[in-house]
């Protein structure tokens, strides 16, 4: 099993920025994808980005120039630093893992982004 621990999450007012971590613990594979997905109330789970362990990065339309995803391979950690803020922002942000045979989620964190 992989574990996910996630940090970061708060309130912050628009056009400002947050950074969220999560590190990884457990069967971790060498090959693997490590990402952020959000969920908003009454929405369905979307992909914000992800990046492989080679560092290949996906990026949703809707923040890319404003989001940063990175990984540090020897913590087993992603980051997302999420710069210029908008309200509709406002998720919960949930980190995924996947590798060739497995997908976990973390537990989720909340960002709320006022206006």
């Known amino acids: 099993q992989v574990q996910l621990v996630e940090s970061g999450g708060g309130l912050v007012q628009a056009g400002g920025s947050l950074r969220l971590s999560c590190a990884a613990s457990g069967r971790i594979f060498r090959v693997n994808t490590m990402g952020w997905y959000r969920q908003a109330p009454g929405q369905q789970r979307e992909l914000v980005a992800d990046i492989t362990s080679s560092g290949t990065t996906n990026y949703a339309d809707s923040v890319k120039g404003r989001f940063t995803i990175s990984r540090d391979n020897a913590k087993n950690t992603v980051y997302l630093q999420m710069n210029s803020l908008k309200p509709e922002a406002t998720a919960i942000y949930y980190c995924?893992?996947?590798?060739?045979?497995?997908?976990?989620w973390g537990q989720g964190t909340q960002v709320t982004v006022s206006s």
């Open positions: 995924n893992y996947r590798d060739v045979s497995y997908n976990y």
